[in-house]
Structure formats: C-alpha cells, structure tokens
C-alpha cells in the first residue's frame, strides 16, 4: 500500500473515531436532560438549526438519537454526521409541545424537516371560522376550498399524534368535526339528530340546535387561545372569565368554564391514558380491546379509508328454532363499547327463521332518520354474517335517500370480512387488531342479541305456566 493510501485510512479513522467521541458527549449530555415533555433542537457546527423535533420525554427521545445501534432511515441518518449541539424547550405537556414544534418548523425551515416536508404528505388542523359553527379538521391538504379563510395550523410531523391530541381537546372544547354545512336558525336542526359525540360530551350538538352561534364561538375561541398560549396562562384567563360570569350571575356560563378548567388540568392524565389505550370518560364502558387506537388505524387500513374510524355500530339476529327473532344493535366509540348506544328490537314480521327478513328490518328501523338526513350515520357498519347477510343490508340501504360511508360484515369460522362495491372479501391475519376489533364488536352484538332472546323465551315461558 503506498503511503498516500496509508494516510487516507489514518484520516478515515481518525474521523470516525473523533465523530464516535462527540455522539458519546451528546449522548452524555442528553443523559441530564429532565424527563419531561418539550421540543429539542439540532444544531451544525455553524450554530444552526437543522432539525426540530418534539418528544414526550426529553431525556429519553434526544438521547436515542446518540446511540451507537441509531438507525434514522436514509433521509434522517445523515443529520447525525453534522450535529454538533442541541438546545431544548420544556413544555408542560405534549399538546403544547406538538404545537411549539410545528411553529418552529414553520418560522425556521430547518434543513431536515424541509427534506422531510418535501412529499407535502404532513397534516395540518384548520379550524373553519368563516361558518357559523366552525369545525375543527385534520387535513393533509389545507388548500381545499371547504377551508378558505379558516385558521390553518402546522404542518406537524406526526398525523397520529395531531389526531390524538385533537380528540383530547374535544373532550374539553366540544367542537365539532363533521362536515355538515350547520346554520344557524336553520329549522331542519331543530329536528336532528347529533351523533354519538354530543352523547358523550365530545361535542356541543350545534347540528341539533343544542348549543347558540354565540356560546359555540366562545368555546372556538377559547379553543385558539388554548392554541396560542401556555397551559398555565390559559387557565388563569379561565378562571378569572369564571369569577366574573359567577359576580355576574351568568351561572350557566360559569359551570361551563368550570368544567373546561378541570378538563384542562386533567389533560396530561388524559394524554398518558390514550398512549397506554386507557379510555375512562364513560362510566359504563367495558374493555374489549387492549388497543383501540392501533386497532382502529388497523382496520382504517383495511378498509381503505380516508378518515379516522371513531363510531362503529354492529348488527345481529338471534331467534329459536325460528321463533321469538330479535335483533340488537351496539355502539362502539373510539374502539370501546357505549352501552347507552345499545338497542334491541323484537322482529315484528314473521321471518320463519329467514335471518335476512330481520336483517332488512332491523336496518330500516335503525337508520330511517340517517338515510333521510336527519341523523348522521356511524363511520362503520358491521353485520354479523357472510355475503348473504352483508346483501340483505345494503338492499335495505337502497331504499334509503342517503347511504351510509362503510358497510361491511364478518363472518365466523373463516373471519372474513366482506365489503361493499368489493367482489372479493378482506382476508386478515389472525393476530391482526383490525380483525379482532370486529370480531370484539360482532361478538358483543351477538352476546346483546342473545341475552334480548332469552329474556323473551323466559317470558314466554312463564306466562305460559
């Protein structure tokens, strides 16, 4: 080897060596960090910024950067050879930090978040001001015309996040995330139905006229300030609005910004339950799936769906050597059971054990009001059954003025899972959580069913002796 050669290996080495001493010193310096949520900032040998990053815990996410296993993926690892400092930013939970991130990302246009910004795939949240009841929208495209003149917000790294977080805020502020074109003192909201989240607490019912254009604002623009500003500053504009409305004996109003400051303060408690899939806002829910949230991105998947899945409903038939048939519908929100949504309903044509004739029944008593606009339908409807049973649903549907988005059925043994306007049925793996969501749903559907059948086939039996 010449010693040309020789001296480029030196200078190899040499190189790798110095680079393997400073991520060990930043992997010693991210080992003091506090464990806390916030933002963190790379920074090259020119002091500039050149990623922005948000974690839940700080110590944890910078320091597994520095790592020797580390393995960023083509477009990210690179920034590892230049980094050669870090600032961070505490935020007093993950709500804020995701937000703080987005704004840097957008005021500074760090090297890496631009090359990772480059695909326009990253979502934004608007908030569509212009209408009387603004709703609140993750988007991946904030040029669509439905969002001229709102407030756009982001882009943020993390679509799963941004839509966790927004559900949690929903909890406190009420929004809604429909598409329905709401006006105010339109006569036909006197006569809708609101959907499952006002049910829940999740929404104020603008649809139904169970909220003014005024109040909603208000919750809108608390919704912004909360946006804009610290936690702590928040709550203390909070509670003062509440002091007043109280001197003022606007009592209503003042319960109002009660509740909204406990939510508030609750919010990192609520942020730890979504992560572990910890869902307690309703009393009388059971767990029937160890994680809804992965298991309804599963099936969103699946299914080949736009939109988040947030109401499932499911149906199925029970009867008896063809006697006493009934039916029963359950609701499932966010992947977990809402028993207030159940219904049972006693067939009322005589169907001789045809469990079609009851599906159709039961479909047309359920969504009437949906397929005449008066009620929103669920994000998926699940029949307990096979192709048969999946075709006497939509036949009902085609009566309808309006169809439902999804409707789909699982059929036992071989657990497949058929689909409208689809030839072929959806064959998932065992273990796949999309598939165990619906057999959870369709099982408890079929345990609601079954008990509804008992109770009449014990009636029965009793008025006969």
């Known amino acids: ?7 480029s290996n030196e200078s190899n080495q040499d190189n790798a060596i110095h680079k393997s001493d400073h991520r060990e010193a930043l992997a010693r310096q991210a080992r003091f960090l506090p464990d806390v949520p916030g933002v963190y900032l790379f920074k090259d040998k020119d002091d500039k910024v050149i990623y ?18 580390a393995d960023l993926g083509p477009r990210k690892q690179p920034m590892l050879e230049i980094v050669t400092d870090f600032d961070t930013i505490e935020c ?34 608007v908030v569509t001001t212009r209408e009387d009841f603004p709703g609140v929208f993750v988007t991946r495209n904030p ?28 909890r406190v502020f009420k929004f809604r995330t429909c598409t329905l074109r709401i006006t105010e003192g339109d006569p036909k909201n006197n006569q809708f139905r609101p959907c499952l989240l006002y049910s829940i607490h999740q929404c104020s019912g603008p649809c139904g006229a169970k909220i003014t254009k005024e109040l909603y604002r208000r919750d809108i623009d608390r919704l912004l300030r909360f946006i804009d500003s610290k936690r702590s500053a928040m709550l203390r504009e909070l509670n003062e609005e509440m002091d007043i409305a109280s001197q003022e004996q606007r009592y209503e109003e003042a319960a109002v910004l009660r509740d909204q400051i406990h939510a508030i303060e609750k919010l990192d408690e609520r942020e730890r339950r979504a992560r572990r899939g910890e869902y307690d806002w309703q009393p009388e829910v059971t767990s029937l799936v160890m994680e809804p949230g992965a298991s309804l991105q599963s099936l969103q998947r699946a299914l080949d769906l736009e939109e988040p899945i947030r109401c499932v409903e499911a149906i199925d038939i029970a009867h008896l050597q063809g006697g006493e048939t009934v039916g029963s519908k359950v609701s499932f929100i966010d992947g977990r059971p809402f028993k207030s949504g159940y219904r049972r309903y006693r067939i009322k044509a005589k169907t001789d054990g045809d469990d079609y004739h009851a599906i159709r029944e039961v479909v047309g008593r359920r969504y009437r009001d949906a397929g005449e606009g008066q009620e929103l339908y669920p994000d998926v409807i699940l029949i307990d059954g096979g192709l048969g049973q999946l075709h006497a649903a939509l036949e009902s549907f085609e009566k309808l003025s309006l169809k439902p988005p999804m409707v789909i ?3 036992k043994k071989e657990e497949l899972i058929y689909v409208q306007q689809r030839t072929r049925p959806i064959k998932l793996g065992r273990d796949n959580p999309g598939l165990k969501l619906c057999q959870a749903i369709r099982d408890e559907a079929h345990r609601f069913a079954q008990h509804y059948h008992h109770i009449l086939r014990r009636k029965k039996v009793l008025e006969e002796d």
Do not use: C
């Open 409 to 411: 059925s699982l059929a």
């Open 1 to 7: 080897m010449s010693e040309q050669g020789e001296t």
């Open 92 to 125: 007093e939970g993950e709500w804020e930090a995701l937000l703080m991130e987005a704004r840097l990302i957008k005021d500074i246009h760090p090297r890496f978040n631009s090359m990772l910004l480059d695909d326009k795939t990253y979502p934004y949240l």
């Open 52 to 69: 922005v990053g948000k974690a839940g815990s700080l110590r944890h996410r910078v320091g597994s950067y520095f790592v020797p296993s």
């Open 143 to 170: 040029a669509d015309v439905r969002f001229k003149g709102g407030r756009i917000l982001g882009p943020f790294t993390s679509v799963t996040a941004l839509r966790e977080a927004t559900q949690l805020l929903q």
